[in-house]
């Protein structure tokens, strides 16, 4: 998607071969504008896919999902990451070890916004070792749904998220694919 290549190349800071920050546009100051072209993208791959729900992560995924999620015309749930005091009914849960923040959490998602007839789309910011991914699949696998894909917005492809994603069936759809951030230079898979 040239408009988001465009924006990581000048927007993007990279902080190491491994991490890129894009906190100018995607996960702290949210560009608005490239949040709708990211949502019409999604919604146009993902049009006949059947899809019910849509469900991310929070908090960086929130943003990408809402705009799908309007487009297709369906709700949007996060997994939370702190139990909150008026979730306290049975929750389906999954711990995810987080690439950037190097700590194991608990995300969790009620069952009362997932059943066995839907069908989601999850949706992320990030694709790196898919430690994420695997816990969202998780919940929605406890809940008896399918997994009809996933929408990432960048992927780095040079960690190994997305070959098990691949191996194991699902359609991965990112919109940017990292191929190296060696020598603080972004270089995609065109
Ligand atoms: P994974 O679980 O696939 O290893 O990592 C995905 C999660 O880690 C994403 O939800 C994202 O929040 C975070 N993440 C992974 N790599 C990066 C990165 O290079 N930059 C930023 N800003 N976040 C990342």
Redesign the pocket.
């Known amino acids: 998607m040239e408009a988001l290549h465009k924006k990581i190349r000048e927007e993007g800071v990279v902080?190491s071969d491994?991490?890129?920050?894009?906190?100018a546009f995607?996960?702290h100051q949210i560009d608005p504008a490239l949040m709708k072209l990211i949502g019409d993208e999604f919604a146009a791959l993902f049009k006949d896919s059947g899809i019910t729900k849509i469900v991310t992560?929070e908090a960086?995924?929130i943003a990408p999902a809402i705009m799908t999620g309007l487009n297709l015309g369906v709700p949007v749930i996060f997994a939370r990451k702190q139990q909150s005091l008026t979730l306290t009914e049975n929750l389906l849960s999954a711990t995810?070890?987080?690439?950037?923040k190097k700590v194991e959490s608990t995300v969790a998602i009620s069952p009362r916004h997932l059943t066995s007839s839907d069908r989601v789309l999850i949706i992320?910011?990030?694709?790196?070792?898919?430690?994420?991914?695997?816990a969202l699949i998780s919940i929605i696998k406890q809940a008896g749904a399918t997994v009809a894909g996933l929408g990432i917005v960048?992927e780095?492809s040079f960690?190994g998220?997305r070959a098990e994603l691949d191996a194991q069936g699902y359609r991965v759809e990112s919109l940017a694919r990292v191929k190296s951030l060696s020598g603080g230079v972004v270089t995609f898979i065109e």
Do not use: M
Request: net charge neutral; proline share 0%; charged share 20%.
């Open positions: 902080l491994q991490v890129l920050k894009v906190d995607l996960n992560i960086s995924g995810v070890y987080s690439f950037t992320d910011d990030f694709l790196a070792n898919g430690k994420a991914s695997q960048i780095k960690q998220g």
